[in-house]
């Protein structure tokens, strides 16, 4: 490990520091994981969910836990990139619901005035095809913005169908499955 933190001087205080956070990890994992109720952020969502359960877990809902990602909504508002894809899913959402469709499909309806100018475009304003579009898709998929998430699987033909999802649903599911954990878990 060349973490400069863990180089310390005294000789055995990096295995003590390993072992002692290898003890919370256990500690954590035998209460169940839990997980925190974070603001979606893309990729990372899983992880700050983790991250911020695992603090949570350990602090008793103190001071670290309640700052754990207190800075997203300045992130946020500093990303364009997630904003653009956060109004492009949420004018998918509106014209679709959550509907699978195919690149080709979505390509299809690109030209729909419900789109209010959010749909994606290549160098220069050009249309995607269906190809460039399913690769901007492929690199989005399980990634939130703002509010969704985008959803994508590939059947047996190998062609994959795309969809939004609406993130505080799964937030609903996730805090319905935590009431029904037995106690103690």
């Not at 475009?121 to 460039?132: I, P």
């Not at 795309?162 to 009431?179: G, K, P, V």
Request: charged share 20%.
């Amino acid at each position: 490990m060349q973490t400069p933190v863990l180089q310390v001087g005294r000789p055995g205080l990096r295995q003590l520091l390993l072992a002692a956070l290898c003890a919370l990890v256990a500690d954590w994992a035998a209460a169940g994981c839990p997980e925190a109720a974070v603001v979606p952020m893309r990729q990372f969502t899983a992880w700050a969910r983790a991250c911020g359960g695992f603090l949570a877990h350990h602090d008793g809902g103190g001071l670290e836990a309640k700052a754990f990602l207190a800075n997203t909504g300045e992130l946020e508002e500093a990303d364009d990139d997630d904003a653009d894809w956060a109004q492009f899913l949420a004018r998918w959402h509106f014209i679709f619901g959550g509907t699978a469709v195919t690149s080709e499909q979505l390509r299809d309806a690109s030209y729909d005035s419900r789109w209010g100018g959010t749909f994606p475009t290549g160098k220069g304003g050009d249309a995607l095809s269906a190809k460039s579009l399913g690769r901007r898709l492929s690199g989005a998929k399980g990634r939130y913005h703002g509010e969704f998430v985008l959803k994508g699987q590939q059947d047996r033909h190998r062609l994959w169908w795309w969809r939004t999802e609406q993130w505080h649903a799964e937030l609903a599911e996730f805090a319905e499955s935590a009431r029904t954990l037995p106690a103690g878990v």
